[in-house]
């Protein structure tokens, strides 16, 4: 058979860029080596962690909150149910995609991809047979996989010894989590399972926990996750794991040196960052070439060195995000396609659902500094929001940065309840080039948290209403 375009994984790089290949009227086959389609994200990554945030959240609120609201009662966790309440959730999004690709004729084959040169790529099945498509057009869309502690030999059992794939999965409650690694997953996986009764220490090599984000953002933050009982060691370098009989031991010490710590744990969450996946796709024997980083090269087209060979996602540079990736994926295939594809990587929200949440996108105050941009800053609290208030969600801020000169925003970064929501109204503001004016004399309905947005913007051009 031959194709337009195959897709070589089918995460959400690769299975958008099928379907808007195919609905630009390609002729599309995808191959995945899952069993099931949708890749990281949708199988153990982006989809499942939210289920089980979500579930936690609630159980955690009826502990803690409702009572304040007059609701009384005494919650009961039932922990095969929770993870029940996951596993369907995946299932009706890894089924929804495959419907996509029915829908969109387009073709699918399980097993492993291999580039065997521009045009053709071989897919080998459990069983060791071999087919061979060709192609005008390959995507390579393989995403990534758990990185490990550098120097550290860490062997992962997924119990006691776990990955992000391990944390979604546990059967019962850890007495002591110890979560190496203070950014999205860990601090996402780390909160579901201290909401769920487990003590969580969080050993991170930064001074910050979130690295790149906002750094007064990161500050308040910790403190939020720190009165819910999640303890934080920065500055600290993990330098050894060792499973025991029962438990783990994991030793670490201070980055700029200093005396041994060691915890003993009844698990161990490794989440130190992904690597670039590419192993078995043959790149090196196609010519193919990879970065420094050992992320496939490409150009500001998805193109690697070979023609006819493109790559998105995880894979490529940039951040190691769903909605990147599924950007790419569009972008590639009008581009394929002879179209104008582009993705705006200064506008890429980036959301830690955690509770509170923390959204940002475009620059942090940090990044203005050392590009020498000179900048105004607005705030405004949820403390003065009468939703917030009305909710119980009065934690965190709304900030927006916006070009001293010209008034144009340039980031914004909220932290508090449902931020990942309403981050989106300043990424369309940026994507226009919009100022904190225009956005300040919009009309927003009442009573709302997007209203703190407003009351923010208002602070940059001039003074909020409400403080
Ligand atoms: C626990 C966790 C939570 C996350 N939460 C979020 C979130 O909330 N929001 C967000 O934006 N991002 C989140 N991410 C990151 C997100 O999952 C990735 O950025 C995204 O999945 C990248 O998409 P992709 O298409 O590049 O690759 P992937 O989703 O990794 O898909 C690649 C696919 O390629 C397949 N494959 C690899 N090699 C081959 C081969 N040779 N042949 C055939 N198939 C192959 C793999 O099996 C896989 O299915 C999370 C990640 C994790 C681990």
Known sequence: MSYDVVVIGTGPGGYVAAIKAAQLGLKVAVVEKRKTFGGTCLNIGCIPSKALLHASEVFAEAGHSFDALGVEVSPKLNLTKMLAHKDATVKANVNGVEFLFKKNKIDTFIGTGKVVGAGKVSVTGDDGSVQELETKNIIIATGSDVAGIPGVDVKFDEKTVVSSTGALDFDKVP??????????????LGSVW???????????????????MD???SRQFQRMLEKQGIEFKLSAKVTGVEKQKKGVKVTFEPVKGGDKETIDADAVLVATGRRPYTDGLGLEAAGVALDERGRVATNDHWQTNVPGIYAIGDVVKGPMLAHKAEDEGVAVAEIIAGQAGHVNFDVIPSVVYTQPEVASVGKTEEELKAAGIEYKVGKFPFTANGRARAMQHTDGFVKILADKATDRVLGAHILGYNAGEMIHELAVLMEFGGSSEDLGRT?????????????????????????
């Open 443 to 467: 009309c927003h309905a009442h009573p709302t948290m997007s209203e703190a947005v407003r009351e923010a913007a208002l602070a940059t051009f001039a003074k909020p209403i409400h403080i």
């Open 175 to 188: 007495g002591h989590l110890v979560v190496v690694g203070g950014g999205v997953i860990g601090l996402e």
């Open 194 to 212: 201290a909401r769920l009764g487990a003590k969580v220490t969080v050993v991170e090599f930064l001074d910050k926990v979130l690295g790149s």
């Open 215 to 217: 750094g007064e953002v």
